[in-house]
């Protein structure tokens, strides 16, 4: 078992815990997208990591780094849809819990 | 060593293209004038704006000279004279302007000034237009090639270079070069005369002469991309391979500096509008003939 | 202690501390330009693991994406520079425990399990390009045109959302009446609201 295979997936695992903490305690739509992003990129270097170290000859993990990279571009793109509507509706992207924190 | 020498070598194009740049806009061609200027910005003082963002505000002006750096990191002057070949060096050169972007964001936010912000966040308008009239062009010459190794793409114009196998593309790429180093008419973060100098205004004495460096290397790797890409690079009929290389570059810049001299800067709607109405059908109908020809005539 | 190892390390540790800085810092331009930041070390990551264009590719279109997470950042938060110095989390320590949880089990999942014998060598960079390019045109085919269409989709849904409603967006030139002294009183004020929702769109054609 190569020491390169865990450092990767340590530094995945590490990304994805800061992710997680972005993603549940960030009450702005935006810092929530940015903790999205953390999890999808931790995602990505596990994935990197075992297609490199275990299954080389196989391109099809290549693949799926390529389509959790145009996922994490449309999630993003139909995310800012979103938060303009919103946006224009009510006048911030405060998820509700932080409504009463504002008065 | 090569990587000693190819720094020198971009240092001196970035001279040129100063000189080129002075007798483009005021017709005196003078050689000694960017070494003055640049003593002269060197010793002026160092002035600072009242609450910088200090981390951007040092950090852009060396992220546009680092950006420009690593994208010519990656052309061949001659066959062998080449930083590092990266087998997937086409992609690299874009990947590397990118950072452009990042670099003028941090400059425009950088210095807390109403003006430097307005021109950074422009910018950022007009990479969303020439985004992809850069990348799409450069698929296509790729496709040609049948490689990403930027040696390979000079190699594979042997018989006829790109601007004559695929022009369409040559124009587009060629117009989003200059939108890419932010030359008139696309000048929108720097202004003159609108912006009060845009994202350069809060920069003074060396943070300035970093920042000009930098534009002046972007001009001058973004000319040697086009030569690369479109022009046949190091190929000629007479004068060895560096000789045909310098005397393409300078050409290109030269061309570059000049063509939008006459024009009003063009607006950031009217750019975005063009760009993605016309410019993107363009390129995929460019994209589309080179895939036809490729098949074609093998 | 090999180059690879070290590198891997390094970029691995720069992308976990610029991620941790997007949370940590008060100016929102700096968050994202930190995500920015930890995406390229990500990118570098795979440069050091020998996977080029997925590098080069992650670097090249994180940046485009932060950017513009950057200028959304910029429209929509109260306070972009950072200065008011607002604490804006809530749920604190429960967050903090799903991460630390998260992080823990990650780890431990990737400590003992045996993922067999490593293998060190990969095919060089031409190859794996070739060998990408076949493999999305040939077997995932459907998988590359169904992502081709989902971003199709995508830009035509955001784009209608993002579309301001009711007003004529489309033509740029709308005919405005002569103003006479009550209808400028009441245009200002109608100008100021289309203000404030626009954000200054294509009526302020001066």
């Not at chain 1, 990767?8 to 997680?20: C, H, K, R, S």
């Not at chain 2, 040697?224 to 190929?235: D, H, K, N, S």
């Not at chain 3, 100016?27 to 590098?55: K, P």
């Not at chain 3, 990408?132 to 459907?142: P, T």
């Amino acid at each position: 078992m190569s020491i390169e295979l865990l450092l990767a997936l340590i530094t995945g695992a590490a990304l994805f815990g800061v992710g997680i903490y972005g993603a549940l305690s960030q009450t702005n739509l935006v810092m929530i997208m940015m903790g999205v992003e953390l999890m999808l990129a931790a995602a990505m270097v596990n994935l990197v990591a075992f297609w490199r170290y275990l299954h080389p000859d196989n391109p099809a993990g290549q693949m799926f780094v390529l389509i959790i990279m145009t996922v994490m571009a449309i999630e993003m793109a139909v995310g800012f849809g979103i938060a303009i509507a919103r946006f224009r509706a009510i006048g911030s992207v405060e998820m509700e819990e932080a409504a009463e924190l504002k008065e | 060593m090569t990587t000693v020498l190819l720094l020198l070598l971009l240092a001196f194009g970035a001279y040129l293209v100063a000189v080129l740049e002075e007798w483009a806009t005021s017709g005196r061609f003078r050689l000694a004038a960017p070494v003055l200027a640049g003593i002269a910005l060197l010793g002026r003082e160092s002035i600072l704006p009242r609450k910088p963002d200090r981390i951007f505000f040092e950090v852009g002006p060396v992220l546009l000279l680092i950006s420009a750096v690593l994208a010519a990191a990656v052309v061949p002057l001659t066959p062998d004279l080449i930083m590092t070949d990266l087998a997937t060096g086409a992609l690299f050169i874009n990947a590397a302007l990118v950072y452009v972007l990042v670099a003028l964001l941090m400059a425009g936010w950088g210095p807390d000034g109403a003006y430097a912000m307005v021109g950074g966040w422009r910018f950022l308008g007009q990479l969303i237009a020439y985004s992809m009239l850069i990348v799409m062009p450069i698929t296509a010459v790729a496709m040609r090639a049948e490689s990403l190794f930027t040696t390979q793409i000079v190699v594979s114009q042997v018989q006829v270079w790109n601007i004559l196998y695929q022009p369409l593309g040559f124009v587009l790429f060629f117009i989003a070069s200059m939108a890419l180093a932010f030359l008139p008419p696309f000048d929108l973060p720097t202004a003159k005369g609108e912006l009060a100098g845009g994202v350069e205004a809060e920069y003074a004495g060396t943070r300035l002469a970093v920042f000009r460096l930098g534009r002046l290397a972007l001009i001058i790797t973004l000319a040697a991309a086009t030569v690369i890409f479109y022009l046949g690079g190091w190929q000629g009929p007479w004068l060895p391979p560096w000789a045909w290389s310098a005397i393409k570059i300078l050409a290109v810049t030269a061309t570059m500096l000049l063509a939008g001299r006459m024009m009003p800067r063009i607006r950031e709607a009217h750019l975005l509008a063009w760009c993605w109405k016309l410019g993107i059908p363009l390129a995929l109908l460019n994209i589309f003939l080179v895939g036809v020809l490729v098949l074609v005539f093998p | 202690m090999t180059a690879q190892m070290f590198f891997i390390g390094f970029f691995g540790i720069a992308a976990i501390w610029f991620g941790i800085v997007v949370f940590r810092t008060f100016s929102m331009v700096r968050s994202a330009l930190a995500l920015l930041f930890s995406q390229t070390a990500l990118g570098a990551l795979f440069l050091s693991l020998q996977v080029e264009f997925l590098g080069v590719l992650q670097i090249m279109m994180m940046a485009t994406e932060m950017s513009i997470m950057a200028i959304f950042m910029v429209m929509f938060m109260m306070d972009p520079g950072g200065l008011g110095e607002m604490d804006m989390t809530h749920q604190k320590r429960l967050s903090l425990g799903a991460g630390i949880v998260s992080f823990i089990a990650a780890v431990a999942v990737a400590v003992f399990v045996d993922w067999g014998p490593g293998v060190s060598v990969a095919p060089d960079a031409a190859q794996q390009t070739v060998d990408l390019g076949r493999e999305l045109l040939g077997r995932s085919m459907l998988i590359f045109e169904t992502a081709g269409i989902t971003i199709l989709t995508a830009m035509i849904a955001a784009t209608a959302v993002a579309i301001q409603p009711g007003v004529n967006s489309i033509s740029s030139h709308r005919q405005r009446p002569v103003p006479t002294n009550e209808t400028l009183d009441s245009d200002m004020r109608r100008n100021d609201d289309t203000h404030k929702k626009m954000g200054g769109q294509a009526n302020h054609e001066h």
